[in-house]
């Protein structure tokens, strides 16, 4: 069965620094893979995903992540931070099998300090 | 369109109350699921449908009945209504690019 580990429960920046969340997966089969982000009482919005080919990925906001099979990891990353880059952001992982299930990590709340 | 649609919003109930939550999508998606969402625990898959008439359990079914007997709803019920069950509440449907489409969730307290 899929699962996702995110390392950090909380994540502190200050604007204009490196972003980096942790994300690593376990999956029997070739994954599905995805991050997602929530703001305060919103339901969840796509921010990029990874399916098949190019394994670094680009997203919405400035947000990229790259597919690393050897390291069973997909890290969320953007150059540089913005006020409006606090959030909450949810690693997935999904298999082509069986319903597509989506397993979600247990997300990394992210502040971006001024 | 409008997308993924939840009601009720909010709701309180009394343990051993039941209730059904509502979720109707207009994009014509076969797959549907609800999922529960706790403070740091993420969100658990409850029960998940690949098309009218076939439900199946996710990760946390327990307490928790599904029908779907249109692609367009997908009906979430709590029989005996418990305090474990005090959470958030999302339904999605995955498009045809394996995205999901997240409704705006029902918050539900039972005291």
């Known amino acids: 069965a899929q699962s996702v580990t995110q390392l950090g429960s909380h994540v502190s920046v200050s604007e204009g620094a490196l972003v980096l969340l942790r994300c690593n997966y376990s999956?029997?089969?070739?994954?599905?893979l995805f991050w997602y982000v929530q703001y305060p009482n919103q339901g969840l919005q796509l921010l990029l995903k990874?399916?098949?080919?190019?394994?670094l990925v680009k997203g919405i906001n400035g947000f990229e992540a790259e597919f690393k099979k050897s390291e069973t990891s997909f890290h969320l990353t953007k150059p540089s931070a913005h006020m409006s880059d606090a959030a909450e952001y949810f690693c997935?992982?999904?298999?082509?099998?069986?319903?597509?299930?989506?397993?979600f990590g247990a997300g990394t709340r992210l502040f971006v300090k001024a | 369109n409008a997308g993924v649609t939840q009601t009720p919003k909010f709701r309180i109930l009394k343990i051993g109350q039941s209730m059904t939550l509502q979720c109707t999508q207009d994009?014509?998606?076969?797959?549907m699921y609800w999922y529960r969402q706790d403070p740091g625990m993420g969100l658990k898959l409850i029960y998940y449908?690949?098309?009218?008439?076939?439900?199946d359990k996710g990760e946390v079914p327990n307490g928790y009945n599904v029908s779907r007997s249109t692609t367009e709803d997908f009906p979430l019920r709590l029989e005996l209504a418990a305090p474990s069950q005090t959470s958030v509440y999302f339904c999605?449907?995955?498009?045809?690019?394996?995205?999901?489409?997240f409704g705006s969730g029902t918050q539900l307290s039972v005291l």
């Open positions: 999605a449907s995955r498009g045809p690019n394996e995205k999901l489409f």
């Open positions: 999956s029997s089969v070739p994954p599905y």
């Open positions: 990874y399916t098949t080919g190019a394994t």
């Open positions: 997935a992982v999904s298999e082509n099998t069986g319903g597509f299930k989506t397993i």
């Open positions: 994009m014509n998606h076969n797959y």
């Open positions: 449908s690949v098309g009218a008439g076939i439900t």
